[in-house]
């Protein structure tokens, strides 16, 4: 089977988030049993710099507002998974990132920026296909920057009798996001004018990139079976629950998975020894090494809270920022941070830090070393989404033995056993699972992990637990190549 997987970043070649993560593990999951997989991503700056065997491919021409761009051919630097690289000066070769520029504001011109995208996906996907040699079985496409590719797809068939062409498939990582634009950009980008309707693309009087996937898609997947649920209903539908609803025999709840080679305590290269659920005495080790490269004092029996995340409402860290000050003084607890987001959420953290020089560390920016030191070193991972497609952080805490505290949404609550007395005497309890996200909640939920993490039996079978579990992207790969067979029978 042959599928051109359609994403906006890709770790290790460029990440901002999640997306990348997935884009980079999901495409070599499904090379491993034996799908023809390619990658199809804008040529950003890194993405050219890091790509493994680059080379010309070929030159899609006639495209709105740019003209022409070149399509360039190479491979992931380890999975060696092909990746077509959409190299254009204009659209993409600028400092800055994916989505904003160096000052954190949103390109103006990304609608044109990932309409291009989705319109190279689209014209991939088509028999007439300047890739004569391989054409795709399935489109996948991710979250709203892709989202024009099925409206693409569907009005190129529309034109044209007995064409052969692809599957689309829309996974939603995150509905929040959801690329709205003013009508306008609806000509600009080649789209038709009667695509601008309920039954289409419109959205609330704008153009809505994932709106539109997410109704012309043959197929629909989110990144974990509770988030897929949770988006049919008013309070995480962001407006699009009628849509969704109408659709929700039809979308597939699959969690994702990790790349267990790049997140592994007994080979991980960030740490300073390796352990793994059979031995774990290296993990006090990473955690002293973590104390005392954050200027954090060096106690071992002091309890290490850990946060690896973007500082958002969405990531409740408001919630912990609220109670840190109370639990610090009153369980002697310690805070390694690393993040950043809302400005007002990182002023607080930093002031924090002032205020407990030697129990709490603040690190601004992204810091892919730090993040693994982080999740290996604390003794505690805390992650009080209020809402959470999937997270792949609470994942990485299992793996790492650091149980985590989440919220009871999406795929927190599929990835997280409560610790509770029947999961404890099942030996599947993995974490704490706050009912709601609220300060009372978590206040009382870090205090049961840390009542739990003074009986220190108790704590290693907690850890042991989330250690054991399978968190690779091979049950996941199955899933989704499930999805795709069913969608080529139809």
């Known amino acids: 089977m042959r599928i ?56 899609i021409s006639n495209l709105p507002n740019v003209g022409a761009v070149n399509l360039i051919i190479g491979e992931m630097p380890e999975t060696k998974v092909p990746v077509m690289a959409i190299e254009s000066v204009g659209l993409y070769q600028r400092d800055g990132g994916p989505y904003v520029d160096a000052t954190g504001k949103d390109w103006e011109d990304n609608p044109t920026r990932f309409g291009i995208l989705s319109l190279v996906a689209a014209i991939l996907s088509d028999e007439k296909s300047p890739l004569a040699d391989w054409v795709p079985d399935i489109t996948h496409c991710n979250d709203w920057q892709t989202g024009l590719t099925p409206a693409f797809m569907h009005f190129m068939s529309a034109r044209r009798t007995q064409m052969k062409q692809a599957k689309s498939v829309l996974s939603i990582h995150n509905l929040a996001f959801q690329g709205c634009y003013g009508a306008e950009w609806v000509g600009r980008l080649g789209l038709p004018a009667d695509s601008y309707q309920i039954n ?9 990139f994932l709106k539109a996937g997410i109704f012309y898609a043959d197929g629909l997947s989110t990144v974990s079976p509770n988030y897929a649920k949770e988006i049919q209903t008013e309070a995480y539908g962001f407006g699009m629950q009628g849509l969704l609803t109408a659709r929700g025999k039809e979308i597939h709840g699959i969690l994702n998975g990790l790349d267990t080679q790049e997140w592994n305590p007994a080979t991980d290269p960030y ?29 071992a029996e002091t309890p290490l809270l850990g946060v690896v995340s973007r500082l958002t409402y969405q990531k409740g860290l408001d919630m912990l920022l609220s109670c840190a000050e109370a639990l610090i003084k009153e369980h002697n607890c310690q805070l390694a941070l690393l993040g950043s987001g809302d400005t007002n959420f990182e002023q607080g953290y930093r002031e924090l830090a002032k205020r407990f020089p030697n129990q709490v560390s603040v690190t601004i920016g992204y810091n892919e070393e730090l993040s693994h030191q982080i999740m290996a070193g604390c003794d505690i991972f805390i992650m009080p989404s209020r809402f959470e497609p999937c997270g792949l952080n609470q994942m990485y805490g299992l793996r790492y033995g650091t149980p985590p505290i989440v919220t009871n949404t999406g795929g927190l609550a599929d990835s997280v056993q409560d610790c509770n007395e029947i999961n404890l005497k099942n030996k599947t309890a993995t974490g704490f699972v706050m009912p709601k996200a609220d300060p009372k909640a978590l206040v009382s939920a870090i205090a049961r992990a840390l009542s739990f993490y003074q009986d220190e039996s108790k704590w290693k079978s907690i850890k042991e637990n989330g250690m054991r579990q399978n968190l690779d992207w091979t049950k996941s790969a199955k899933a989704y190549l499930t999805m795709y067979q069913a969608l080529l029978k139809k």
Do not use: C, M, W
């Open 4 to 59: 051109l997987f359609v994403t906006s970043e890709a770790f290790p070649l460029i990440k901002t988030g999640g997306l990348a993560d997935v884009s980079g593990s999901l495409p070599a999951a499904l090379q491993d049993i034996n799908a023809d997989v390619r990658i199809l991503i804008p040529g950003y700056p890194a993405v050219l710099n890091k790509l493994a065997n680059p080379r010309f491919l070929t030159t």
């Open 271 to 299: 740490l300073a020894k390796h352990y793994d659920v059979n031995n774990l005495d290296g993990k006090q080790a990473v955690k002293q090494a973590l104390q005392n490269k954050l200027g954090l004092k060096v106690q």
């Open 200 to 208: 289409g693309v419109e959205y609330y009087g704008q153009l809505s």
